[in-house]
């Protein structure tokens, strides 16, 4: 009886500690998400004209991914993509957004940060939005809403789009920070709304940065913009103090909830356009501005670490750092970026670059940390997207993925965590949507597209004849086999058109039952 009584109370304790345990063993996790940094622009990745010690720090100690892919070359869509495990290029208005784009995804969809939510995490977002925020004709003097909180994040602070765009101001849990209501703000993407000054008409005004194409409509900051904006004068950002400001709302994000799980998305500014690092980071590489935006890049990397070190918390926390698109230079303000850049080769190895359909546009740095599991200084050749970071992430934390959301989000955990060399087997990479990749064979549609951007200088990928590439031997895509091969490309073309007719590319994934 007392055997029975005393192996009872020690299956029970057994099964609690084992309860106990497996959550317990469940990560902080911590998405870095850059703007615009290319394959190259890091040194673990094999840039020498820029040194990045703590983005390689992330490398040495943990794993590096050589074969990342955001899921498209442009911001808008990666991002759309990576939160709700949808490619963008299923559904219209999911393209580079203005600055008074409504919210793009559906308030209380499924997303990443709903995923980890009902997983007990506390989930805050920081930086870069670019997704649209609050209905059609919102006002930006009152509650700004739906937003981050309606996708599954409890705290945010936001730049609403771009640097480049209006609204200049700061977004904090709903609402401008530091706005005087008796200076309401007016944006427009169409007409100017009153005379003001703009780089147009007076590119005298621009002490900060000149535009090189677009961007000359209004001023602020000595900097002329996209977008028309009136007002908002107190709330104004300050670009040079940009990083820091962002840095200090995450790792004050750290701090507040460092004793409980969480997920905090930290999207930088840099090292999109415009480039106005802080003045202690100017001069820091011989490649102006881009250069020295790495270099501020690199130390709000190392700030999220050093404020992870110093709570005693690095070893049980996931730090992913990654990027939202391919490598530009001169994306719009005279930066001297193509002038300086010297040697230097912001994609690395590959073609192209953002906005491109060749591998710069979408294959990326791809860090993971995570002391308590991954081993430190590995790296991993598994074909990953960041589209795959919802059922990823649902895996991890033991939350469903029911078959009718994410229609292109793959679990890719053991590939994420350097345990498994499996991936996904193929990848529709999107700057056009027509290039497939199909393990290292990668196929790009013929189109009549333009094959070269001459004011950002980038190769677009595109070309009238079909293109094939294996990616194992050509990792340039320089030799085009569509000729040799010409029963590859036709399976490789069915594919494509398959995948994007069927609206969706996991398997198991049940499209009737949709919402
Ligand atoms: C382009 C802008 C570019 C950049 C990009 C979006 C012009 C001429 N170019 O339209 O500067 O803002 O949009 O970049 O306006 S992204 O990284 O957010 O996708
Ligand atoms: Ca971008």
Known sequence: ???????????????????????????????????????GDLSCYGAKSVSTPNLDRLATEGLKHTDGH????????????????????????????????????????????????????????????????????????????????ELGFE?????????DRVPCVYVENGKVKGLDPSDPITISFGKPIDNSPTGKSRPDLLFRTKPSHGHDMTIVNGISRIGYMTGGKSALWDDETMADVITGKATDFIDKHQKSRFFLYFSTHDIHVPRVPHPRFVGKTAMGPRGDAIV???????????????????????VIFSSDNGPVVDDGYQEEAV?????????????????????????????????????????????????????????????????????????????????SKNGRDHLVEDASLRSLRLGSLKYIQGSQGKTF????????????????????ADLGEQKNLAMERPDQVAAMQIRLQQIRDSGFSRPGFQPQLQK
């Open 1 to 39: 009886m007392q055997r029975t009584l005393f192996s009872s109370i020690a299956i029970g304790l057994l099964l609690l500690f084992q309860r106990n345990a497996g959550t317990a063993e469940l990560p902080n996790i911590i998405l870095i998400y850059a703007d615009d940094i290319g394959y």
């Open 70 to 149: 955001s899921a498209s070359a442009t911001c808008t869509p990666s991002r759309y993509a990576l939160l709700t495990g949808e490619y963008a290029w299923r559904r219209k208005g999911t393209g580079v957004a203005t600055g008074d784009a409504s919210i793009i995804i559906e308030p209380g969809r499924t997303t990443l940060a709903s995923i980890l939510k009902s997983a007990n995490y506390q989930t805050g977002y920081v930086g870069k939005w670019h997704l649209g925020l609050g209905r059609p004709g919102m006002s930006w003097n009152g509650p700004i809403s739906p937003g981050p909180k």
């Open 155 to 163: 705290e945010h602070f936001l730049i609403p789009a771009t640097g």
């Open 296 to 318: 501020q890049l690199d130390w709000c990397v190392g700030q999220i670490l050093d404020k992870l070190d110093h709570l005693g918390i690095s070893k049980n926390t996931m």
């Open 339 to 419: 002038k300086k850049i010297g040697l230097h080769k912001p994609a690395g190895p590959f073609r192209g670059g953002k906005y491109s359909n060749f591998e710069g546009g979408t294959r990326i740095p791809f860090l993971v940390r995570w002391p308590a599991r991954i081993k430190p200084g590995t790296t991993s050749e598994a074909l990953i997207c960041q589209v795959d970071f919802p059922a990823t992430f649902a895996k991890l934390t033991g939350q469903d993925f029911p078959a009718n959301i994410g229609p292109d989000s793959f679990d890719v955990l053991g590939a994420l965590l350097g345990e």
């Open 453 to 472: 951007n001459k004011l950002t200088g980038t190769e677009l990928g595109n070309a009238s004849e079909a293109q094939l590439y294996d990616l194992a």
